[in-house]
Antibody
Framework: QVQTVQSGGGLVRPGGSLRLSCVVS????????MSWVRQAPGRGLEWVSY????????DYADSVKGRFTISRDNAKNSLSLQMNSLRVDDTATYYC?????????WGQGTLVTVSS | DIVMTQSPDSLAVSLGERATINCKSS????????????IAWYQHRPGQPPKLLLS???TRDFGVPDRFSGSGSGTDFSLTISSLQAEDVAIYYC?????????FGQGTRLDIK
């Protein structure tokens, strides 16, 4: 059974940085694309980024391009999202998910709040 | 960007009755690799992460009850719950994965009447 444990959320000032992590068990992460999806309070789902199994292909939503960096460590079965130059409108629950097309095995989500 | 528009925004259906949610994409999303539409449907219950129900517009994910079905082609798609159960109360989202940025519909809230 696939289990995904997320960590790294919290409160940060505008312009600050935060790193989200996701550790997956029950499956070999190197076999899969992985993605981040977020949901702002009271809003719908927004795709953020994906990374290929080997990490050589990544893509980002325009709203985070140049500020966020997705990475993975297949040896540790983990996925990360480095978020820099955070803005108030980055406030959201961030989900780690398996896949990059249809997304299965979602993590429980981690809340990121950007506020002064 | 491909815009996904769901209708209705909210829906209330009696237990045991049929619920249908519609999703319209701003352009065709037919994947050339397999000639299938790049549409997924998700269920998002309060306090839980979203759950994949269907991919390729009509293929149920592992363990999804067969009362959930998907249909459609071109730019118009639907999710149907054939006999509503209490545990189906949730927000439902469609998503296109034909082109990045992969985009979701605004969501449809489904309640019990």
């Amino acid at each position: 059974q696939v289990q995904t444990v997320q960590s790294g959320g919290g409160l940060v000032r505008p312009g600050g940085s935060l790193r989200l992590s996701c550790v997956v068990s029950g499956v070999t992460l190197r076999d899969f694309y992985m993605s981040w999806v977020r949901q702002a309070p009271g809003r719908g789902l927004e795709w953020v980024s994906y990374i290929s199994p080997t990490g050589d292909t990544v893509d980002y939503a325009d709203s985070v391009k140049g500020r966020f960096t997705i990475s993975r460590d297949n040896a540790k079965n983990s996925l990360s999202l480095q978020m820099n130059s955070l803005r108030v409108d980055d406030t959201a629950t961030y989900y780690c998910t398996r896949g990059h097309w249809a997304l299965d095995s979602w993590g429980q989500g981690t809340l990121v709040t950007v506020s002064s | 960007d491909i815009v996904m528009t769901q209708s209705p925004d909210s829906l209330a259906v009696s237990l045991g009755e049929r619920a249908t949610i519609n999703c319209k994409s701003s352009q065709a999303v037919l994947h050339s690799s397999n000639n299938r539409d790049s549409i997924a449907w998700y269920q998002h219950r309060p306090g839980q992460p979203p759950k994949l129900l269907l991919s390729w517009a009509s293929t149920r994910d592992f363990g999804v009850p067969d009362r959930f079905s998907g249909s459609g082609s071109g730019t118009d798609f639907s999710l149907t719950i054939s006999s509503l159960q209490a545990e189906d109360v949730a927000i439902y989202y469609c998503q296109q994965y034909y082109l990045t940025p992969y985009t979701f519909g605004q969501g449809t809230r489904l309640d019990i009447k």
